[in-house]
C-alpha cells in the first residue's frame, strides 16, 4: 500500500459526459502528479500540484483541469470524453525531500462507451 | 525527443535465474534521477529502486540492482533469482527538475513485459 487513495477505482461513462477523478496523497506529501496510461501512449504527464498551485503541465488536454485543495487532495476533472481518452488514470504524490521517488496510487480506470 | 529508451518489448526467463531489462536516457542535466517501476497486471505502479547521477555506487535493493553506466547514460536492471511473481511490466523512469525545488516530475519509457516460467 502506497499510501496514495484513488477514487473511483472503475469508472464507465458515455461519450460527452464528464466525470471528476479524486485523489489523496501519502500524509505530508505536498505534490500531487496526474499521469495518463493508455495503451498506444504509455504512461504520460498530465499535470503537477505543489502545495495548492499548478507547477507543471504536461500533455493534458484542454477539456481536462485539475485542481488541489487546501487539504491537499486533488481532482481531475476530464469533460467532453471521447472514445480516446479511456485510459488509466494515476495520481501519484512526493515529499520532494528525499529520492523524489513517486509513490503511486492504484489507479482510476476510465472507459469511454 | 524520447529521453527514455527501453528497447525490449517483452523479456522471458526461467525461475531462479537473473534477467537484465535495459533502460537508456537522454539528458544534458547534471543531477538527475533514475528509477524502475514495476507494475503487475493489477495496474498499480510500484516503486523498485532508485539512482542519483551522483552516486557513486549502484544502488541494490534486495533482488533488485541496477547497472549505472553514466558514461553510456544506462540504467539497466539487474533481477537476481527470479520468481513467478516478477512477472510485470517493467518501467525505467527518470526525473526531470531539480529535487527539492518544489518542481519534478518522472518521464518513463515505454516499458518492458518480463515474464517468468517455471
Known amino acids: 500500500d502506497s499510501g496514495v487513495t484513488q477514487t473511483p477505482k472503475h469508472l464507465i461513462t458515455a461519450t460527452g459526459q464528464r466525470v471528476t477523478l479524486r485523489c489523496s496523497p501519502r500524509s505530508g506529501d505536498l505534490s500531487v502528479y496526474w499521469y495518463q496510461q493508455s495503451l498506444d501512449q504509455g504512461l504520460q504527464f498530465l499535470i503537477q500540484?505543489?502545495?495548492?498551485?499548478?507547477?507543471a503541465k504536461g500533455n493534458i488536454l484542454e477539456r481536462f483541469s485539475a485542481q488541489q485543495f487546501p487539504d491537499l487532495h486533488s481532482e481531475l476533472n476530464l469533460s467532453s470524453l471521447e472514445l480516446g481518452d479511456s485510459a488509466l488514470y494515476f495520481c501519484?504524490?512526493?515529499?520532494?525531500?528525499?529520492?523524489?521517488?513517486?509513490?503511486f496510487g492504484e489507479g482510476s480506470r476510465l472507459t469511454v462507451l | 525527443a524520447q529521453k527514455i529508451t527501453q528497447t525490449q518489448p517483452g523479456m522471458f526467463v526461467q525461475e531462479k535465474e537473473a534477467v537484465t531489462l535495459d533502460c537508456t536516457y537522454d539528458?544534458?542535466?547534471?543531477?538527475?534521477?533514475l528509477f524502475w517501476y514495476k507494475q503487475p497486471s493489477s495496474g498499480e505502479m510500484i516503486f523498485l529502486i532508485y539512482?542519483?547521477?551522483?552516486?557513486?555506487q549502484n544502488a541494490t535493493e534486495g533482488r533488485y540492482s541496477l547497472n549505472f553506466q553514466k558514461a553510456r547514460k544506462s540504467a539497466n536492471l539487474v533481477i537476481s533469482a527470479s520468481q513467478l511473481g516478477d512477472s510485470a511490466m517493467y518501467f525505467c523512469a527518470m526525473r526531470e527538475g531539480q529535487k527539492n525545488t518544489g518542481f519534478q516530475k518522472l518521464v518513463f519509457g515505454t516499458g518492458t513485459r518480463l515474464l517468468v516460467s517455471p
Open positions: 501519484a504524490s512526493s515529499e520532494q525531500v528525499n529520492t523524489g521517488e513517486l509513490f
Open positions: 539528458t544534458s542535466d547534471q543531477s538527475y534521477g
Open positions: 500540484y505543489y502545495n495548492g498551485e499548478e507547477r
Open positions: 539512482q542519483g547521477s551522483y552516486d557513486e
